[in-house]
């Protein structure tokens, strides 16, 4: 069966510092990858999307990056954060059908920016 | 534009009454539609999609092309409905990426 991964749960960090979040997905091939942020009163913001090895589509301007260096393997990253990074951020993955496109999701990790 | 809108962000209705959370929808093709749902400390995950016509933890919800309207329904509510809940739509328009609502919080009253 397919599951999928984030680490770490948690992340306290100041303003400035790196970022590096993890998504591992396991028991499928060749997924869809997405990040996105979760705000409450806000919905889900997709923040990126990958159909493939190194394949990256970003869909909002800002100060986080994504990369996708092995097939189920998405990393989320900032240089430097900010602190309006501060959020819930999902992993979900999906096998892309012509009849839709389910996805499903990691457990998420709660990032505090000080 | 295609958009996906739920126009109530927060539903408070009281154990064993009737729930409806609303959802509407712009879109100029055929897009197939989901609610998702998050109950407290679990995933997201999805709760139904309308092609398949099913009722999920006693919730229905029907596409209705005329005022492209995907409203989610239950006749009674239990207090494990208390969830976040997503409606969201993929379609060829949108390259089958899910364009999703900002969400409707359910509170189940006891």
């Known amino acids: ?10 992340l306290v960090q100041p303003v400035g510092s790196p970022l590096s979040l993890e998504c591992t997905v396991e028991g499928t091939s060749n997924p869809n990858l997405y990040w996105y942020r979760q ?3 806000r919905g889900l913001q997709l923040l990126f999307y990958s159909v493939g090895i190194g394949q990256i589509s970003s869909e909002v301007p800002q100060n986080l990056s994504a ?6 393997q998405f990393i989320l990253s900032s240089k430097k954060l ?12 999906s096998v892309l059908r012509r009849a839709g496109n389910e996805q499903f999701f990691g457990p998420g990790t709660r990032l505090t920016v000080l | 534009a295609q958009r996906v809108t739920q126009p109530e962000k927060l539903l408070s209705v009281f154990k064993g009454a009737p729930v409806e959370l609303k959802c509407n929808y712009s879109y100029s093709g055929s897009p197939e539609l989901f609610w998702y749902v998050q109950y407290s400390r679990q995933r997201l995950q999805l709760l139904l999609r309308h092609i ?5 933890k006693g919730f229905t919800a029907d596409l209705n092309k005329g005022e492209t309207s995907f409203h989610l329904k239950k006749p009674f509510a239990q207090e494990e409905d208390s969830a976040m809940y997503y409606c969201a739509l993929s379609g060829m328009d949108s390259n089958y990426q899910l364009i999703w609502g900002a969400g ?6 006891p």
């Not at chain 1, 900010?82 to 993955?93: I, K, M, T």
């Not at chain 2, 398949?52 to 999920?56: A, L, Q």
């Not at chain 2, 409707?104 to 009253?109: A, C, G």
């Open chain 1, 82 to 93: 900010l602190l309006s990074d501060s959020g819930f951020y999902l992993c979900a993955w």
């Open chain 1, 39 to 41: 705000a409450a009163g």
């Open chain 1, 1 to 10: 069966s397919q599951t999928i991964h984030q680490w770490p749960a948690t």
């Open chain 1, 67 to 72: 990369s996708r260096p092995q097939d189920r």
């Open chain 2, 52 to 56: 398949s016509r099913e009722s999920i």
């Open chain 2, 104 to 109: 409707t919080k359910l509170i189940i009253k």
